[in-house]
């Protein structure tokens, strides 16, 4: 989808202003890294399934990023292709309801623009993209990237292992 809702030189701003955050969060977690690809406003998340070590690529598409909601998905980490990427099974835990790991291999969530309908995502009851901040009431809430990838540990955390 292209995202020309806003300049590209407000993304980037707004990006470098939630950056530290990000990277902050991720220095004080063993095995995350996270990288930036400042010319196609792409946010790479690498990590490790919890309950089996599969490596994990988890990469945000920064494009209209904040009039619009990255859109997040697993790639895999030895192509960087979505074709054979590593999905986490769904799991529970009762601080959280529900998970934003579904068969459809989306992270369902108000905060990834691929789980909206517009984008073939599951989702046409949340309203419009732009909307996202506001969406889904009693879903996962993540406002900053930092919170976004938060919220993917503690889901990643309750997942038993890696969908066939």
Request: proline share 10%; glycine share 10%.
């Amino acid at each position: 989808m292209g995202c020309d809702v806003i300049p590209t030189v407000i993304t980037r701003a707004v990006v470098a202003e939630e950056l530290p955050a990000v990277l902050a969060w991720a220095a004080r977690r063993p095995g995350w890294t996270v990288e930036f690809d400042d010319p196609a406003l792409r946010l790479d998340v690498k990590t490790n399934h919890p309950a089996t070590g599969t490596p994990l690529l988890i990469q945000a598409d920064l494009e209209g990023y904040r009039a619009v909601a990255p859109g997040w998905r697993f790639l895999n980490p030895g192509t960087g292709e979505a074709a054979g990427a590593p999905f986490p099974q769904p799991g529970f835990r009762p601080a959280i309801r529900g998970s934003i790991f579904h068969g459809n291999r989306v992270i369902c969530a108000p905060w990834n623009r691929l789980a909206y309908q517009e984008n073939h995502g599951p989702h046409g009851d949340w309203g419009a993209l732009t909307n996202w901040t506001d969406a889904a009431a009693g879903y996962t809430k993540a406002d900053t990237l930092a919170d976004m990838v938060s919220q993917i540990d503690l889901h990643l955390a309750a997942s038993p292992g890696i969908m066939p």
